[in-house]
């Protein structure tokens, strides 16, 4: 089932070098409406719920550390195709093969440090953005 929403977070090597309000702005410039918004910090355990989908790959531990180690900032977005949309928007994973003037291509440091995280379906993207919104909270 195609919706129009999608989920991404802004990770914490992103936030921490303040590049919030420029990513930000991007995904509106981009057609975009966030639909909920916070800025927040996971606690290991709850990374490792967010992950739970890679807790047998060898970098889950130190993704769940990373991932605690500093603010986030989720969001869910709407638009017309969301997914897929966002998901070119934000570029590869790793920003040396991303596009030019994408998200990771202008704020990854690395592919773990890759700046922002995208729902890669509109099943993923609904369970994500529950995990961290209640009904209430999506506009």
Known sequence: MTTNRTFTMIKPDAVAEGHTGAITKLIEEAGFRIVAIKKTRLTP???????????????????????SSGAIVPMILEKENAVTDFRKLIGATN???????????LFAKSIEANAIHGSDSDENAQIEGNFFFSGLEQF
Do not use: C, W
């Open 45 to 67: 355990e709850r990374a490792g719920e967010f992950y739970a989908v890679h807790s047998e790959r060898p970098f889950y531990n130190d993704l769940k550390n990373y991932m």
């Open 95 to 105: 920003p040396a093969q991303a596009e030019e003037g994408t998200i990771r291509k």
